[in-house]
């Protein structure tokens, strides 16, 4: 089969039904769990069956379908097709066909968007036309809705009867269905909706988790595969059976049809030779040769009604007939299904596997295939994306006018969001065009397609095609671009940088605007791998371009990019031009709060976010570079929902393309918001996902949040020690950042964590380090961290001129959490200074509500207004954020403690993820204080059972109350 027809020969449509007769042996295991993952009841709303081919997936999920039909669940399946794998949704549209009525019901938009992608209905007819008249790229179909319809649909369906969705083959299924397909899966929590995927051992699915539950077919054990050969009609002995049983590795398809080749009466006699030799080809390429070994003999009539079936690229019965394929009752069918290469099922004629269809098609001359396909072409009139196919299958040369056909289908395909089938079209376009100029130019959009595939390999190719074919200066170069514009987005940092950087250097003197294009991509690469030298690198190659004042803004950035912090002070006078500039271009307005967050001016790229996304949607599928500055910045502005909604976008479209690096990103966010709401175990699972995702040498930055959340995890539970062990990991081991833009916020939560389990002396050389490296470009955000961090880490004495400076700024509220962090802090030291009444106004106010030193707030009721409220001018409403704020001091009023519990005078301090106060080991006391009391016995905790963060058991050090004497404590109210 010709590798540019999208794999028309391979199977279509879903597996054959099982035959009733055929034994099923050694599967009892897989068997009982799909049975039960069919069950209503089950708590696996997704099951995932790999194997490799022929060990039984297509038959076990037929037995699953027959159980579950048989409980009154209505079946949705759908069989992926290497035929149709370039045809965006293709499978979806089979999955979802016998439920199209339901499909109309859905609500307006999720309705018009599944028409849309499967091209059908008024509104996707009208859209075209509309984009083709106005005379502009159709515009894909929005990815998230098409999976909110898919969901809905799903739900919907569940409301009536329990739904099970079968997806066999998943492995050739397009990747649009996939991706819709996947948005659904992860949603299926709480649904009355299963879903079971078949797919090759070796192939990962786009968009599915990694960690979904698997069910894995492994081989036969020796005694079921000896039992399987012992049920075959002959049954083989002596070597050819140990020989049979030898080559199949406890494959079932293979000793099947092995021991059908071996016994056959043209073979040798079962003790002689044995069975055809293996050579050196692998099992699958060895049972091709097997299955086109019986093509021979074989009836002319049958052999052409098997070419056209394996020509063809749909299993409709109307386009068969049309075709000319005999029916299922012809007299040609009966000698192929006596050879084993066809079952008849009812009207139905379909191949034994998909290894059947391969092999008869690769059998037959380059003439017979050719006058398939054109036969087929044909009659697909009302296809034009299958007929374009077919007749590009069936060309022996250059064709314009077929080279023009598959342009179109292409365009057809990105209006459906299908950017793989696209590119595919494209390039088979390119192959087939007469003009080399046209070539190249189809390989050059062939490589804009693709790169949203996330396929750097294939989008290198495609480009070193375009390279080979012209030397157009324009078109080299946006090709270049266009690779570039992927790379940025992997994980193969160090390769992708250098490319981009030596690309860059060499346009400098022909073409800065290029070069500079470049090199804004090799900022982020290297903003992305924290490397140093590459850093360096970029300025370098930004000082050897001219200064041209139309390219200020890509020049700012670059710089941003590359290094916020020397150059912070002439960003920041840019940074209200650029701004004002982008007014009239919306989609410049996330660079801009790109920009902004680089610079810790959060307020505005929270603002500048805000705005484009009121005023413009992105174009295409692919995240802007540094997309996660995005989430960041409303993580840090207290907006965690909105962050958590950016993360699930990112998610989405990162996954959809295939770029980890981005899904890492998303994580890595996401796992902070949970780490500060409290939620360690979903922190720690979406941090280890980021881990998982990138190599920590080559992704510094992922590496460094993933870590970062990690350590707001174990705070939050309680392990003190372990959140210092990896906040420690985000800088060197003398103490520099491990990310020059990444780390630093970190120094106060390493502080923190330091002071919980003795490693005071270890934290301070890090923030002292980090303040000389800073030196007076820091931020204001990092000034009032590293005064708390100082402050936390200061001998008791010292402490609250820290304290004090780190609240100073008024801009200190911009970042309400970390604002919060240290509110309580000083709150906490002056306990410890005996100062009870001055630790009720820092634990319940602002910045500038703060009383003098020395003096206790004026406004006793004050604070009980505000706690019952919420710091509603000081960031999130804490009981709105599921108690997010650090400590329980921030969103309960101030009480006097209960007459019968005793008044515990510890000192106490935040945990940073939830809202309880935990104590900290004793520091040494100076100066003139009241002696501390002693322990008095009272009648345990007000609610039962030890209170979360109490004690040594919660990290409290080595000076905290173990509760020995059996009596636990909590700590009192500020």
Known sequence: MDEHTGGLGADTGRAPDPDPGEPFLGRDAELARLFRAVDPASADPVLMLVGDAGTGKSALLDRAVRKAEAGGARVLRAGGSEAESSLAYAALHQLLRPVAAEVDALPERQRAALHTAFGTGPEAYDRFRADQDAGRAPAAPDLMLIGVAVLSLLSALGDHHPVLVVLDDAQWCDRASLDALSFAARRLEGEPVTML?????????????????????????????????????????????????????????????????????????????????????????????????????????????????????????????????????????????????????????????????????????????????????????????????????????????????????????????????????????????????????????????????????????????????????????????????????????AVVFSRLADTAEQLTPAQPAAALDLLSGAAVVSFYSGDDAQRHRVQDLLRSLPDDASLTDVRTWVKAVSDPVSDR??????????????????????TVGIMAWLLDETPRAVRAFDEAFDRWQTQGALPEGLGGAVAWAYVERGRWDQAREACARTTAVGRAAGLDHAVACAAAVDATVLAYQGDAAAARARAEEALALVDPLESRSVAVYARRALGAAAAAAGAHETAYDQLRTVFTAVGAPVHHHASYPALADLAAAAVRCGRRAEATAVVERAVHALADNASPRLRALISRARGLLADPEDAEAHFRAALADPEREHWPFEHAQTLLDLAEWLRRRRRVAEARGPAHCGPGDLPPPGRPPVDRARPRRVARRGPRRHGPDPRRAGRTLPAAAADRPARRPRTDQPRDRRAAVPLPAHGRLAPLPQLPQTGHHRPRPAPRPHRGPRHGGRPRGVGAAAGGGPDAPSGRSGHATRSAPI
Request: hydrophobic share 45%.
């Open 569 to 590: 002070a002439e960003l920041l006078r840019l940074l209200p031009q650029l701004a004002a500039e982008v007014r009239t271009r919306p989609e410049r307005l996330t």
């Open 197 to 493: 995927i078949g797919a090759r051992a070796d192939d990962q699915l786009p968009g599915f988790d990694r960690r979904l539950p698997t069910l894995a077919l492994g081989p036969l054990d020796p005694t079921a595969a000896a039992r399987l050969l012992d049920l075959q009609p002959q049954r083989p002995t002596g070597r050819t059976r140990q020989r049979i049983l030898d080559q199949a590795g406890g494959n079932p398809l293979a000793l099947v049809e092995l021991t059908r080749a071996a016994t056959a009466p043209s073979a040798t006699a079962p003790d002689a030779a044995g069975p055809p030799p293996a050579g050196p080809l692998p099992l699958t390429a060895h049972l091709e040769r097997i299955f086109a070994a019986r093509l021979t003999g074989l009836p002319a009539t049958t052999t052409r009604a098997l070419l056209l079936l394996a020509a063809m690229d749909s299993a409709d019965s109307a386009p068969a007939v049309l075709a000319g394929l005999p029916r299922a009752d012809d007299e040609a069918w009966p000698p192929a299904e006596q050879a084993g290469l066809v079952r008849r099922t009812g009207r139905d004629v379909r191949f034994r596997h998909p290894l059947v269809r391969s092999a008869v098609y690769h059998s037959a001359s380059p003439d017979a295939r050719r006058e398939a396909h054109l036969r087929l072409a044909g009659m697909l009139r009302d296809e034009p994306d299958r007929r374009a196919w077919h007749r590009a299958a069936a060309c022996p040369g250059p064709d314009a006018a077929v080279s023009a056909d598959l342009e179109l289908t292409a365009a057809r395909a990105l209006r459906r969001g299908g950017h793989t089938a696209a590119a595919k079209a494209l390039e088979r376009a390119a192959e087939l065009a007469p003009r080399r100029e046209d070539s190249a130019r189809l390989l050059v959009e062939a490589a804009s397609a693709a790169v949203f595939t996330g396929d750097i390999t294939w989008v290198e190719q495609l480009t070193a095609g375009a390279r080979a074919r012209t030397d157009d200066a324009a078109l080299l170069t946006a090709a270049a671009v266009q690779a570039g514009r992927l790379a940025v987005l992997t994980v193969r940092h």
